[in-house]
């Protein structure tokens, strides 16, 4: 079972950074991708982020140029770094991460959420 704890979210002017961070433990035979998703009240949850094992990088069309995503295989972690945050990047933010267990089961595992609000 792999276990993912986000941090780093809070409560940022327009115009701000906020870098958010997910660490993964847990056995993964494989790994395929890790992302970050987000999820405003009232919609439907939607890709932020993501990059695959071979760090090919894939963004949303509303935070393409404000965000970027990292990953450090060794650490075990996967950063988000947000900038030029507006209000409508207000929500809950995912991370994820989908691999495949040593008897071959894929699966996709998913963060507790951490809030980001972006409010003067």
């Known amino acids: 079972q792999v276990q993912l704890v986000e941090s780093g979210g809070g409560l940022v002017q327009p115009g701000g950074s906020l870098r958010l961070s997910c660490a993964n433990s847990?056995?993964?035979?494989?790994?395929?991708?890790t992302g970050w998703y987000r999820q405003a009240p009232g919609k439907q949850r939607e890709l932020v982020a993501e990059?695959?094992?071979?760090?090919?990088?894939n963004y949303g069309d509303s935070v393409n140029g404000r965000f970027a995503i990292s990953r450090d295989k060794y650490k075990r972690t996967s950063d988000l770094q947000m900038n030029s945050l507006k209000p409508e990047d207000t929500a809950v933010y995912y991370c994820n991460v989908e691999g495949t267990t040593i008897t071959g089961r894929r699966f996709t595992s998913w963060g507790q959420g951490t809030q980001v609000t972006v409010s003067s």
């Open positions: 990059i695959d094992s071979g760090g090919t990088t």
């Open positions: 847990g056995s993964i035979f494989s790994f395929h991708a």
